[in-house]
């Protein structure tokens, strides 16, 4: 009974990291090694690959761009959505609810949807191309799942901490920020994640709404194609590089998630 206790979850850790580990395993081989046959380690190891893309402006930029964009999204998306979490969670009024329902299908329509009328509109204002297109973007994506969480998180808040901050002479902003905010502070922690995680991995819109100063690493990693065939050291030495952006924002949010998963609505 013990040893199944652990058994399985060591199966199930090893299952999931099998593919990482693989993905490192490639990005210190050549492309002739790759396909030459199985070998659980590199034989002739080499960073050739990491050089590349660190030294390659084509390639560096790409990262920079994808950050970008990413950053921008998520600062613009959790500061739109706390003061409308705030509202749906406090306040009543005429049609909030089915408001807060049509902010929610803005979220379940695909991405695919948007392309076309996203890519005329910015090409016609001049931000076609840039990160500020992709990052306003994503915000009709991930403002209605932002909303959803931390309104989730402010109901939970009682109305009575609101008021007597008031009684105490606390103006709204100042209440806000030095009040309200640390107490859901997990929410929001739980929030950026999501919405980084989002906009990090999203390709459609961030492919069709950029051409060259700004396009993303996923973009990029499409330059490894030639006649012939794909350079495999070099594309899975930019997917490991890929994923560290993301384990860093969970290694930061980590216990943030974890009371996120906890008491909210995720």
């Known amino acids: 009974m013990r040893l199944t206790r652990w058994l399985v979850p060591t199966l199930y850790i090893v299952f999931l990291l099998l593919p990482i580990y693989w993905l490192v395993n490639m990005s210190f081989k050549t492309t002739n090694e790759i396909l030459g046959g199985f070998s659980p380690w590199p034989k002739n190891f080499t960073i050739d690959s990491y050089v590349e893309i660190l030294t390659n402006p084509v390639w560096y930029n790409g990262y920079i761009s994808s950050i970008s964009y990413v950053i921008i999204n998520t600062v613009i998306s959790v500061a739109f959505?706390?003061?409308?979490?705030?509202?749906?969670?406090?306040?009543?009024?005429?049609?909030?609810?089915?408001?807060?329902?049509?902010?929610?299908?803005?979220?379940?329509?695909?991405?695919?949807?948007?392309?076309?009328?996203?890519?005329?509109?910015?090409?016609?204002?001049?931000?076609?191309?840039?990160?500020?297109?992709?990052?306003?973007?994503?915000?009709?994506?991930?403002?209605?799942?932002?909303?959803?969480?931390?309104?989730?998180?402010?109901?939970?808040?009682?109305k009575e901490i609101d008021e007597t901050a008031y009684i105490d002479g606390y103006s709204f902003p100042r209440f806000f920020v030095r009040i309200f905010m640390p107490l859901i502070a997990s929410g929001i922690g739980v929030t950026a994640f999501f919405c980084f995680m989002f906009s990090w991995v999203e390709l459609l819109l961030a492919k069709t709404l950029t051409s060259v100063a700004a396009k993303p690493i996923a973009a990029v990693m499409t330059r490894t194609a030639s006649t012939s065939g794909y350079e495999l050291g070099l594309l899975a030495a930019a997917g490991v590089l890929t994923i560290i952006p993301g384990a860093i924002v969970i290694w930061f949010v980590r216990n943030y998630i974890a009371k996120g998963f906890a008491l909210g609505r995720v």
């Not at 749906?88 to 695919?112: E, Q, V």
């Open 81 to 158: 959505a706390l003061p409308a979490a705030y509202a749906f969670s406090r306040y009543r009024f005429l049609g909030d609810k089915h408001l807060f329902f049509w902010l929610l299908t803005n979220r379940m329509a695909p991405p695919a949807v948007f392309a076309l009328p996203f890519y005329q509109l910015y090409s016609a204002i001049g931000l076609f191309d840039t990160p500020w297109a992709v990052a306003l973007a994503h915000c009709l994506f991930n403002i209605p799942l932002a909303v959803w969480i931390l309104e989730g998180f402010m109901s939970g808040v009682p």
